[in-house]
């Protein structure tokens, strides 16, 4: 066995040779890139030519590596310190020269002997791993790495004082620091010198001072532009002495399964980031870590399973399956308390190369088991229960399940939105941008989802618009939250910080109104409304739409009681084009006339629900007839019965009757006898519109009608649209309590888009009789909540700034998505947009011009582009209730579905029909 003395020995010589491979660092890096200017030189003039400035950039590489080099003696000074009894070291000290200038002068007499390629790229690997743990340009690969563990570790302990935390392959130490920082204890435990020279350096030496290194500069491959290669960063991004005094932290080098074998009962948490997949055997590192934490205590850990030491010659390597980790995990004594995957984990990436590795890490958190049933609570509940809790299986998950729905839905939003073609379980066609059919017809399943999905429906009940408005800010909202919720702040924290900016938001709202209108029977004065409504739906024919939307309100528009939406109808008929459309007061039906009667003026109109025919006995009777004379009579009889019937009606002055059953044959002969026109309409529904239209009361029975119980019309009469037959009641006076707009098109598909489009337009005109006040239009409003939110939230102590911040961040989706719909560079409109909103006179009405060719900004009340007021005030009340709800929910629980015959394949629901 090798005495105290010969392993102290050997340790230092591998801590001198890791410090010369740093040493090395510049030699070697200069020598492969007079390589690379030497293989230049050997190309023929004419490809040397066709690279531009190549010798001048290859000096630009230089320079980066003289200052990754000077970084490096910065590192290497004074490093004799990590060590005892190390107090010098033999020719690679820094001690010979205190100057890393004077140091540089002596490069000629370092040598590569006895330096593998291994301990280079170890060097290498070092000044990456800086840009990952200590750089402005790692924190999104940090947010990937690091943030679920320490949200896991601060959701189970909100008290940090005493909790002891071990962070094992701690590389520079940024994850251990993370955690001493908020106040908790921390261990770091590091096995590579080279990863513990650097993390020496950055703790313990910088003192607020920053470095500028240039970690690509060697790289030579998969550049985009020659600038990713020599672009610099800069460390530590943050002052590394904002520790509490309360909190102990500390660095301890070497192997894991020496340092910490007789461990026991130590620390509560060991929190790891691939590291468990660095051991030659895996188990031993599993029932180590059990062993050392307390009872109760956790380990969570970040992954994927890379086995570090598999296919190395004369290196044992156990290499097992994630289920067969977990299975060992139980074993142990573990209890798994929440697992779930991280989708797309870098590690140390260049995000400007053109090659990205990400991982799909499983983050797992095990509780140290106390004679728990691990399945306590699906043993409590009914079988097949599902249950998802924690932050990353319930939390997370529903705010990515919402975040998909609303970049789904996002790219429909605006004039230039994109259709989405649907097709439902009834195997119908959709083919739409309108929100509110899109996710009627998606039958979303998902618990989180469907709350944005009932808030948008709420919006379309409330306004009858502004569904995706809804969904996308919703979404937006959700899709912040996250970056809060990664970065350490709670869900209540995030709740109240969005209720505090809705509030804000509506007060804001208030003061941006720039137009009332203030006739609603006035068509002129509505257009520019509805134009604003259609044109997000029907772009190209906003103008035609608008008019006609007016035209029919204006005419049904009551003056004392509130506007009726279902007094607005519409009539599709297939052919010609959609400016062929047309509106009339009254109503029109797809349908024939059942007398010879085709069209009559001034009509005087009585309606029954009951068939046209005589009424026939509840029970059967018995007539015996014994003559050809008693025969004759009886019909005779029945004639005069129904001939009584109808010149009673024509006696009234009837010269129409509409009827919602059968029409007789025989009352059929007699009204034309008499000259009366017959309709049949088939649908109830149909049937009390109409009553409404022409003021009149729909009689049970086949009686005369009173006066009172009789319409009235201007004509009635049957035409052809088309080549389809139609009855329109038409009204000539000025008011009128129906009208009918005529919708024709080339196709169904249009048809049904250019109706839903109506929809919108009048459903516009109902919320404007309700309130008459608009805000600017075209992403205008938007930006302008915007920016006072972000001034709002500056202004506002407490963690709830951050919220109202990501709040604010949140309303820039809507010009962002106007201007990727239209093919605009978003961050051009986006940058424009803030500038033009810097007046504060006229600059809250600055919008997007969605009809240039460039990123233009308008004046919306100059070009009479409108919101309506309550529409957006509804929206953004509903959006951050939605998102609020979500953000609240912490676990799912799901009870077995009922069970029952499945449907055939191939059948529709009969329900559905």
Known sequence: MATKSALEDEEKKYFEKCVHSFRFYRKHALENLRKNNKDFH??????????????????EVKRCIEMNYMFILHMLDDVQDIFNPHEELNNTSSSDSSDPLEVMEHQDSITGEGLSQGDLDRVYTTIRQFVRDWSSEGKEERIRCYSPII???CCRY????????????????????EFASRGFNCEGNEFSIFMLIGSNFVLNKTDSVSFNIFPWSTCTTNNVTHADRVRSVIVPDIDTTQIPESAQFGMCAGDFTEVYAKDSNRFDVVAASFFLDTAHNIIEYI????????PGGHLISLGPLLYHYAGMPNQPSLEIPWEDVLSVMEQVGFVIEEMSDVPNVPYIENHLSMVSVLYKSPIHTEKMAMHVPKSYFQNMMKEGTKHLSGMHEAVFSNLEACTELYKTIKTCYGPKGLNKMVINHLSKLFVTNDAATIIKELEVQHPAAKMIVLASQQQEAECGDGTNFVMILAGALLEKAIDLLECGLS???VIKGYEMAGDKCLEILETLVCHTVKDVKNKEAVIPVVRSAVGSKQDGYEDFLAELISDACSKIMPTQRSFNVDHVRTCKILGSGVLSSTCLQGMVFKRNVESDITSVKDAKIAVFSCPFDIGTTETKGTVLIKTAEELTNFSVDEEKLIENSVKALADLGVTCVVSGGKVGDMMLHFANKFNIMVVRLMSKWDLRRLCRSINATALPNMVPPTAEEMGSCSLVQLEEVGDTTVVSFRQEREESAMSTIIIRGSTDNIMDDIERAIDDGVNSVKVLSRDQRCLPGAAATEIELAKQLMTYGEQTPGMEQYAIKKFAEAFEVFPKILAENTGLKANEVLANMYNAHQDKVSGMNAGINLEADNCEIMDVVERQVFDIFLTKHWGIKFAVN???????VDQIIMAKQAGGPKPRKGQADPDDE
């Open 491 to 493: 869900p209540s924290e």
């Open 882 to 888: 939605a998102a609020c709800t979500v953000l609240v």
């Open 42 to 59: 050997a190309l023929p003039t004419r490809h040397q030519s066709m690279l531009k400035n190549f010798m001048a950039k290859q000096k």
């Open 151 to 153: 949200n896991a570790v």
């Open 158 to 177: 909100k008290d940090p004082d005493g909790i002891n935390i071990l962070v094992p392959g701690a590389g520079l130490g940024r994850l251990a620091f």
């Open 287 to 294: 029932e180590l870590i059990f062993n050392m934490l307390k």
